[in-house]
């Protein structure tokens, strides 16, 4: 009989508590089941397969490559099953059902909530659930099943099997720091004069990070002398506001700020600062049309964004 027949949403847990525990009694705990019997359903799920889904080692287990590309797919089909009941229990209350998006730190502060705005005003039942955070942590929920879309920096963006993507408007990169700065009674900046003071910089892996890395490298530069690492938008705001510590950040995310009398863009150009911001979504929702309404608003938000600049 094929596997496919027998497996259960449980055995999804299940495979997903191994790899997780690396350990058959640890799992067996965790699933309240019995070594014995966890053990007896994992070489009979292999035998049916045809091939062992984990290594055997003194220490654990440890999943094969076959495991590992299992163990991938029980998570999206746990994400996704998980959204449906949620979905369900919303719509049964007599609500919509509920879209999640991922947003990075470049496009949360206005070019986000705009177009949500705009999405709920074509639909009014509908509920959104915005999530922030960094691109590969946001892309990696996506995957997943558990975003519905991502909006932010694709300056590192590598297309996908999975997903579709598309970019919405460019961006460059600008130096801020707090109103009054020493910095901002200059009229023009080098790098030498930046390095005087402490910085506050993106984890490595973020666009903004390496677009920072490369600018620096192209100027023969070393590393900015970073104090603080930090990818939460509040958190740099307030730090730059009662210091002089500087940062770096997109251009509309600065200039959103800077109107409000939060910080100011310093004159210094920087090389290579070039960037977007796009949205990614799984390739399999062509046929969501309350999804596709939400792509579209995004689309009609950036081509007011680009008029504006």
Not at 67 to 81: D, L, Q, T, V, W
Not at 143 to 171: H, Q
Not at 205 to 216: E, N, V
Request: hydrophobic share 40%.
């Amino acid at each position: 009989m094929s596997w496919t027949k027998q497996l259960r949403f449980k055995h999804l847990d299940l495979l997903i508590e191994l790899a997780e525990s690396g350990s058959l009694s640890d799992a067996a705990r965790a699933t309240h089941s019995t070594q014995p019997s966890l053990s007896k359903w994992l070489r009979d799920l292999e035998d049916d397969i045809g091939s062992p889904l984990f290594e055997r080692h003194a220490r654990g287990l440890k999943p094969t490559a076959l495991g590992s590309m299992m163990i991938a797919h029980a998570r999206r089909m746990k994400s996704e099953i998980d959204r449906t009941q949620q979905d369900l229990n919303s719509l049964i209350q007599g609500g919509s059902r509920i879209l999640s998006v991922g947003t990075s730190p470049a496009a949360a502060p206005n070019y986000v909530p705009g177009t949500i705005m705009r999405f709920l005003r074509e639909h009014p039942n509908a509920r959104i659930h915005v999530e922030e955070g960094t691109m590969n942590a946001m892309l990696e929920k996506l995957a997943l099943g558990k975003l519905d879309l991502v909006v932010g920096r694709m300056d590192n963006y590598r297309p996908s099997e999975r997903l579709r993507s598309t970019i919405l408007y460019d961006e460059r990169l600008t130096v801020v720091a707090r109103p009054n700065h020493p910095l901002t009674q200059k009229i023009a900046l080098q790098w030498r004069d930046l390095y005087e003071y402490d910085w506050i910089v993106w984890p490595d892996g973020t666009p903004i990070r390496a677009k920072l890395d490369h600018a620096l490298t192209a100027a023969g530069m070393k590393p900015a002398p970073m104090r603080v690492e930090s990818s939460s938008q509040v958190a740099n705001l307030w730090m730059i506001t009662y210091s002089n510590m500087l940062s770096i950040s997109s251009e509309r995310v600065a200039r959103h700020f800077s109107e409000r009398g939060l910080v100011v863009q310093l004159p210094m150009e920087i090389a290579h600062a070039e960037g977007s911001v796009g949205m990614c979504w799984r390739d399999n929702q062509e046929d969501d049309a309350l999804l596709q309404s939400l792509l579209e608003c995004f689309k009609l938000e950036a081509e007011k964004v680009t008029y504006l600049d």
